[in-house]
T-cell receptor, first 114, second 112 residues
Framework: AQSVSQHNHHVILSEAASLELGCNYS??????LFWYVQYPGQHLQLLLK??????LVKGIKGFEAEFIKSKFSFNLRKPSVQWSDTAEYFC????????????FGSGTRLSIRP | NAGVTQTPKFQVLKTGQSMTLQCAQDMNHEYMSWYRQDPGMGLRLIHY???????DQGEVPNGYNVSRSTTEDFPLRLLSAAPSQTSVYFC???????????FGPGTRLTVL
């Protein structure tokens, strides 16, 4: 069955540190990939998405992610985090050839020390 | 556009009670879905719909029913609430299957 793994449950960084959050999925076919963010007290919103083409995608607020098909990964990166990046981050995968389900990872809580 | 709206924002139920969580979108999106969010488990798909009159089960459908009589509305029904259904429920919609999803503000449900 299709699954999504986010191995980092809670990440704590200082401001200006670099960020990389891991996301791996278990489906061998064509996929659509997403990163969503949930700021404290708010609902989820899209950070970035990959459907096809350049495997390095850029999203809002300086975030980017790289799709590495051979590793079944879609890691999220930001070169220099800010206190306002404190949030929970979710990776999501849609397998294009399966029934119409989008599966989310368990999320990574990011805490930024001012 | 209001986007995706959900009511109520908060609800407390007793075990065995039934209720309906409402979800509506005004973007004419075909795809709608319901998720529950629990600590450490992320979002789990309960039910989804690819258009009016078409629904299907997600990862955790037991104890929940849905229907999709119109494009705009996608209510989630709890037939007999259980404490295990205490959670935050999110409704989402997207223009097409596999596209960007827009989420509602959520309903925080407590079952005593």
């Amino acid at each position: 069955a299709q699954s999504v793994s986010q191995h980092n449950h809670h990440v704590i960084l200082s401001e200006a540190a670099s960020l990389e959050l891991g996301c791996n999925y278990s489906y061998g076919g064509t996929v659509n990939l997403f990163w969503y963010v949930q700021y404290p007290g708010q609902h989820l919103q899209l950070l970035l998405k990959y459907f096809s083409g350049d495997p390095l995608v850029k999203g809002i607020k300086g975030f980017e992610a790289e799709f590495i098909k051979s590793k079944f990964s879609f890691n999220l990166r930001k070169p220099s985090v800010q206190w306002s990046d404190t949030a929970e981050y979710f990776c999501a995968v849609k397998a294009l050839s399966s029934a119409s389900k989008i599966i989310f990872g368990s999320g990574t809580r990011l805490s930024i020390r001012p | 556009n209001a986007g995706v709206t959900q009511t109520p924002k908060f609800q407390v139920l007793k075990t065995g009670q039934s209720m309906t969580l409402q979800c509506a979108q005004d973007m004419n999106h075909e795809y709608m879905s319901w998720y529950r969010q629990d600590p450490g488990m992320g979002l789990r798909l309960i039910h989804y719909s690819v258009g009016a009159g078409i629904t299907d089960q997600g990862e955790v459908p037991n104890g929940y029913n849905v229907s999709r009589s119109t494009t705009e509305d996608f209510p989630l029904r709890l037939l007999s609430a259980a404490p295990s259904q205490t959670s935050v429920y999110f409704c989402a919609s997207s223009e097409r299957t596999g596209g960007e999803q827009f989420f509602g503000p959520g309903t925080r449900l407590t079952v005593l």
